[in-house]
T-cell receptor, first 116, second 110 residues
Framework: GAGVSQSPSNKVTEKGKDVELRCDPI?????LYWYRQRLGQGLEFLIY????????KSGLPSDRFSAERTGESVSTLTIQRTQQEDSAVYLC??????????????FGEGSRLTVL | EDQVTQSPEALRLQEGESSSLNCSYT??????LFWYRQDPGKGPEFLFT???AGEEKEKERLKATLTKKESFLHITAPKPEDSATYLC???????????FGAGTRLAVHP
């Protein structure tokens, strides 16, 4: 596809369940980011992948959160034992290597997670 | 700690009524300041990058400016389709992550 694709677009889960969110970046983009956006708030950085380099995991809020990316392809964000405070929109973005310096990130439409 | 603060939180304008949004920042070694637009239910869309104080960028009715401590997004003669949340972000030091402000929700009424 032409843009960043995220799935599912909506996910409702019960507290304590695990969830997986998927991001398919723009083809050829080496960098991939995950952000979290709580209702009415700004974007909170979670994790950054750049090619085959070690990811920057400094934004992951707890060890219940993890993310994987193989090469320059699809990424999966996993939240284990979900809590109500995990309810948010999870946004994925990708950029070219140049874009990581120009700040031109291309965002998907997000996965809205609701934990009951 | 790097910080980005946007004001006002919300702004209501009449069509044609020009105004400015503010983004103040505290960072260690600014590498760039960025403006994004976000429509409801959508991901943010890139607008501008500013690198150094005194720099300006324009796109249609929007003009972004940068000083050493803040950036302004000027909206000239806005139209209802300019209604959105405008996000400011910074890239600092040796980090790879953009740090976002909470945004300004702009509503332009006909």
């Amino acid at each position: 596809g032409a843009g960043v694709s995220q799935s599912p677009s909506n996910k409702v889960t019960e507290k304590g369940k695990d969830v997986e969110l998927r991001c398919d970046p723009i083809s050829g983009h080496t960098a991939l980011y995950w952000y979290r956006q709580r209702l009415g708030q700004g974007l909170e950085f979670l994790i950054y992948f750049q090619g085959n380099s070690a990811p920057d995991k400094s934004g992951l809020p707890s060890d219940r959160f993890s993310a994987e990316r193989t090469g320059e392809s699809v990424s999966t964000l996993t939240i284990q034992r979900t809590q109500q405070e995990d309810s948010a929109v999870y946004l994925c973005a990708s950029s070219s290597r140049t874009g990581t310096h120009t700040g031109e990130l291309f965002f998907g439409e997000g996965s809205r997670l609701t934990v009951l | 700690e790097d910080q980005v603060t946007q004001s006002p939180e919300a702004l209501r304008l009449q069509e044609g009524e020009s105004s400015s949004l503010n983004c103040s920042y505290t960072v260690s070694g600014l590498r760039g300041l960025f403006w994004y637009r976000q429509d409801p239910g959508k991901g943010p869309e890139f607008l501008f990058t500013l690198y150094s104080a005194g720099e300006e960028k324009e796109k249609e009715r929007l003009k972004a400016t940068l000083t050493k401590k803040e950036s302004f997004l000027h909206i000239t003669a806005p139209k209802p389709e300019d209604s959105a949340t405008y996000l400011c972000a910074v890239l600092s030091g040796g980090y790879n992550k953009l740090i976002f402000g909470a945004g300004t929700r702009l509503a332009v009424h006909p």
